[in-house]
């Protein structure tokens, strides 16, 4: 089974920059989609973006509009997310996640997702 470590969060002034990573040991990275997922205190838990097992399939989140970017390095076992134009809605506890359904679509919700990170803080302040 997959493990995943999470790392880069930390508190940012709104309009800032994060690049948050995760890497992957104990499995076939390859053959998982991975999701980054956030949640606020108080909040349901939420998909933010995702990257497809399948080559260059991905997801967005409507509410990140073009501000953030997922990316994989298979060779690695990391995926990464680039946050940038970042506003003090998106402060929360961001997770990352494996799904190793190999489905043909993305999967967006937080049950289809067999393995998680710890998570990594991110605040933004105004």
């Known amino acids: 089974q997959v493990q995943l470590v999470e790392s880069g969060g930390r508190s940012v002034q709104a309009g800032g920059s994060l690049r948050l990573s995760c890497t992957a040991s104990g499995g076939t990275f390859s053959d998982y989609t991975m999701g980054w997922f956030r949640q606020a205190p108080g909040q349901e838990r939420e998909i933010v973006a995702a990257?497809?097992?399948?080559?260059?399939?991905?997801y967005y989140a409507p509410f990140v509009k073009g501000r953030f970017t997922i990316s994989r390095d298979n060779a690695k076992s990391t995926v990464t997310l680039q946050m940038n134009n970042l506003n003090p809605e998106d402060t929360a506890v961001y997770y990352c996640a494996a799904d190793r359904s190999r489905g043909l679509y993305i999967e967006t919700s937080a049950t289809d997702y067999d393995r998680w990170g710890q998570g990594t803080q991110v605040t933004v302040s105004s």
């Open positions: 990257s497809s097992w399948r080559v260059d399939g991905r």
